[in-house]
Nanobody
């Protein structure tokens, strides 16, 4: 299993970023996918989750209305569109999948910094 995140960077408050996570090594379309984040001095938190077919999504309250999770099963990729970014969104963002006996797998993370 391999998860490779990209798309992070430095953005001003109110700006937007789109994160991508390219997956391989498992049948992507069979599994729900998640985005987590870990800010400085904070615990890792679940940001968004999307069902295997993409029909169901859920978000932590702090990002509802600003972030959108989506997936392209033909490309084995999950996305996180982040709009109206705030300094408190600064974190390392990770994509994740839980696969039965293998357990939870993580990417290497991508840094998002929101600052003027």
């Amino acid at each position: 299993v391999q998860l490779v995140e990209s798309g992070g960077g430095l953005v001003q408050p109110g700006g937007s970023l789109r994160l991508s996570c390219a997956a391989s090594g498992f049948t992507f379309s069979n599994y729900a996918m998640s985005w987590f984040r870990q800010g400085p001095g904070k615990e890792r938190e679940l940001v968004a989750v999307i069902s295997s077919a993409g029909a169901i999504t859920n978000y932590v309250d702090s990002v509802k209305g600003r972030f959108t999770i989506s997936r392209d099963n033909a490309k084995n990729t999950v996305y996180l569109q982040m709009n109206s970014l705030k300094p408190e969104d600064t974190a390392v963002y990770y994509c994740s999948v839980s696969i039965g006996r293998i357990g939870t797998q993580w990417g290497q993370g991508t840094q998002v910094t929101v600052s003027s």
